[in-house]
């Protein structure tokens, strides 16, 4: 790894550590600068302003999250496991997200942009790694052969659902726990039940 | 049926008409008034405020949908086919909603309390429906007797979640055509999917 690239992931990890403790807000590039020991002026050459870096953290913590999935995808075991496990850690991935405070950050502008290019081209990522999960499943003869194309999609859109409707409860950072366990616990019963439905 | 009954379902059927046609920043209560030969004065006796009167309309469409799914529940066909047409039924309804405009009532102010209740209210009656569909099926033998009390929860937060998804592209009535039919394939393959997975 060259230097540029390893102070880079220095500082998105001191910006993870301050985001998560203290909000997006409240943290400023100073600190992150002194965290890091770099003077305010290299920061800024890194990442030209917070909602940069603010974005490159998010970016970063979905590639760490699809390259986890992708790693249990090369596991030895049954595509159904591969399913739950995936829905398992995107719910922590999720929760990682939600300390970072991804819900307060619509307090700077263009958040809405950042979020929607972000988050496109992740749920691209996401439903790939869905598909392969079910074309194993099906060729391996774990899943039904007879399952039609849209299958991954709607595993993906019922999680986001799920996700969608707990998060509009949501009022900040941590504070709503109950409904991060509640939603925990529908996840769960849901891809289950659906296991059930799609397997041979 | 009382006159004042009567009178009443006659405004809230030809608001619901004006609502859906215009939508409801477009539509006066003038408009309504003289639609069913009241005078201004008498139609505000009915309904203080249009925001009273959209909440009527809507409240109105709630309680034909539960007593028709009420109706479906009580023929005497399979739990499964049951579920299928709710969901079926729930789609034309939400479809109903759309084009009378609840998108576009953001812009008066005291909606989001308006609508909490309101959905709050119809949430409660939904979830009932759908247990009574699930135990049904799991008393005839349709359905896995194993099923948890928190499936009927599920079905609903999916079905729900589906929805919120789709809600969020959607810009005003009609107008998205496009996504209300994916939604409806992914509904329709959602169900079928979970349905096999609770069946005995």
Do not use: C, W
Not at 21 to 41: H, N, P, R
Not at 138 to 155: H, Q, R
Not at 175 to 198: A, R, T
């Amino acid at each position: 790894m060259d230097r540029t690239k390893e102070k880079e992931l220095a500082i998105l990890k001191a910006a993870t550590e301050r985001f998560a403790q203290y909000g997006f807000a409240k943290v400023t590039m100073d600190e992150i600068a002194s965290d890091v020991e770099l003077g305010k002026a290299s920061l800024y050459y890194y990442f030209p302003a917070k909602e940069d870096l603010f974005r490159a953290v998010i970016q970063h913590e979905q590639d760490e999250f699809v390259k986890a999935i992708g790693k249990i995808i090369n596991k030895d075991i049954s595509a159904s496991k591969k399913l739950l496990l995936y829905v398992e850690k995107r719910l922590e991935f999720f929760e990682e997200l939600l300390n970072l405070g991804t819900l307060n950050v619509h307090s700077f502008s263009n958040t809405k942009s950042i979020y929607n290019s972000l988050f496109e081209d992740f749920n691209s990522q996401e439903l790939k790694l869905i598909e392969n999960i079910i074309k194993e499943g099906k060729k391996n003869g774990e899943f039904k052969k007879s399952l039609v194309d849209d299958v991954p999609l709607v595993i993906l859109h019922a999680l986001q659902g799920l996700r969608f409707r707990v998060l509009r409860h949501l009022k900040g950072r941590g504070s709503d726990n109950k409904h991060v366990i509640q939603l925990k616990k529908e996840l769960s019963l849901f891809i289950k039940i659906f296991l059930e439905g799609i397997k041979a």
